[in-house]
């Protein structure tokens, strides 16, 4: 493994970014990127269900 990439929306913190890469810098070196491309992901996803290109996933609710 080369590296650790930590991106998205959660990614502007540095208070938790800093204790991920403190759990796991031993296995590699941690680079942070925030961005915030979550709505535009969900909504790619949601566009390739409705062109027929992938199967919608259906999950249940915690704990079940």
Do not use: N
Not at 13 to 31: F, H, K, R
């Amino acid at each position: 493994m080369d590296r650790i990439v930590l991106t998205g929306g959660l990614a502007h913190s540095e208070m938790l970014t800093g204790w991920i890469a403190e759990q796991v810098e031993w296995i590699a070196p941690v680079a942070v990127y925030p961005g915030e491309d979550e709505m535009a992901a969900l909504a790619a996803g949601a566009l390739r269900v409705l062109r027929g290109e992938e199967p919608a996933q259906v999950y249940g609710e915690a704990g079940e």
